[in-house]
């Protein structure tokens, strides 16, 4: 990984912040298959955000814990992880 790849990637959703750690992700793509339009698998077989905006909120929270090796995280308002 260069200098300039991201790490991580976070987002704001619906109240929680959602963060995929890019350097444990291997591409199962179980959180694709869960909810397609939330998390896609980039060029590189890397989870990555869609359109996670436009999904419910505790389904994306089901996308998220389905990561096999927990590379997303959701921490609610407190900073409190809740996911995995």
Do not use: K, N, W
């Amino acid at each position: 990984m260069t200098g300039e790849e991201i790490a991580e990637e976070r987002r704001s959703l619906h109240g929680y912040l959602v963060c995929i750690d890019r350097s444990i992700c291997v591409g199962f793509e179980d959180c694709a298959t869960e909810m397609p339009g939330a998390f896609r698998l980039d060029d590189e077989g890397i989870a990555t955000f869609d359109a996670p905006e436009s999904v419910d909120a505790t389904i994306l929270l089901g996308a998220c814990a389905a990561c096999p090796v927990d590379a997303i995280r959701v921490l609610d308002g407190d900073g409190r992880q809740i996911v995995p």
